[in-house]
C-alpha cells in the first residue's frame, strides 16, 4: 500500500533547530514535497525533492533519501511564526500526491 | 493571498440543506482541486479538473457533486450531508502539461459544519 508517515506533534524553543521526519511507501516515486500551514490558513508551498540531499532555502531545508524513503524538513532559529502545521506528501509513479498527516509544530518562548 | 479564493469561509448547514461552495483563481492555471481536510488526517483528494478532463476519487458520495464552468472558477454542491462530513474543505488549483509534479496553490479553505 501507499503511505506516508510523519509525527503527529512537536514542540521546540523559539530560536533553537527542529527535524521534522517524513518516512514514506508509494508505488513508484517521483519526490517530496514540504507545505506549509498555519491555522485557519492556505497550506503553502516550501519545497520539492526529487535527487537525494539537502536542499537550502534560507532557514528551511528540505532533505531527501529515495534508497532510505525518508525525508526530513529542518527549521534554524526558529521563530513565533513558525508555528504551524507541516504537511509532508509523495509523488506516486504517476505524479498523483500521496499526503501524510501533518506535523504540528509549536513553538514555546 | 494566495490567488486562490474560497467562499464562504465557514457554513453550517443541516443535512438537509442545499449548498455550494466557491472557489476562484486568477493565477490563470489550468487544473483545479477540491480536497478534505479533516482533523489528524491526510488530505483527501475529492475531484479534479485538469487539461479540461475530470478525475474524481471513487470513495467520495455522491452527495458531493462538484461543477467546473470554467478554468478559473469551482463549485462543490451539498446535499443531504452527514456529521461526519463536517471537515475543512480546500480548494487548488495547479499549472500542468499532463506530466510531471505539480505544486499547487490552496486557498484557504470553506470549514463545513454539518448538524
Known amino acids: 500500500g501507499q503511505n506516508i508517515d510523519q509525527p503527529t506533534e512537536m514542540t521546540a524553543t523559539e530560536g533553537a533547530i527542529v527535524q521534522i521526519n517524513c518516512t514514506y511507501q508509494?508505488?513508484?516515486?517521483?519526490?517530496l514535497f514540504w507545505y506549509q500551514q498555519h491555522a485557519g490558513e492556505a497550506p503553502t508551498f516550501l519545497s520539492y525533492?526529487?535527487l537525494d540531499g539537502l536542499e537550502e532555502k534560507g532557514r528551511f531545508s528540505s532533505f531527501l533519501s529515495r534508497s532510505k524513503g525518508y525525508s526530513y524538513l529542518l527549521l534554524k532559529e526558529l521563530q513565533m511564526k513558525d508555528s504551524a502545521s507541516y504537511l509532508c506528501a509523495g509523488t506516486d509513479s504517476n505524479y498523483q500526491l500521496i499526503w501524510g498527516a501533518g506535523t504540528k509544530l509549536i513553538i514555546k518562548p | 493571498e494566495t490567488g486562490v479564493t474560497q467562499t464562504p469561509r465557514h457554513l453550517v448547514m443541516g443535512m438537509t440543506n442545499k449548498k455550494s461552495l466557491k472557489c476562484e483563481q486568477h493565477l490563470g492555471h489550468n487544473a483545479m482541486y477540491w480536497y478534505k481536510q479533516s482533523a489528524k488526517k491526510p488530505l483527501e483528494l475529492m475531484f479534479v479538473y485538469s487539461l479540461e478532463e475530470r478525475v474524481e476519487n471513487n470513495s467520495v458520495p455522491s452527495r458531493f457533486s462538484p461543477e467546473c464552468p470554467n478554468s478559473s472558477h469551482l463549485f462543490l454542491h451539498l446535499h443531504t450531508l452527514q456529521p461526519e462530513d463536517s471537515a475543512l474543505y480546500l480548494c487548488?488549483?495547479?499549472?500542468?502539461?499532463?506530466?510531471?509534479?505539480?505544486?499547487?496553490?490552496f486557498g484557504a479553505g470553506s470549514r463545513l459544519t454539518v448538524l
Open positions: 487548488a488549483s495547479s499549472q500542468t502539461d499532463g506530466s510531471g509534479a505539480n505544486v499547487l496553490t
Open positions: 525533492n526529487v
Open positions: 508509494t508505488s513508484g516515486f517521483n519526490g
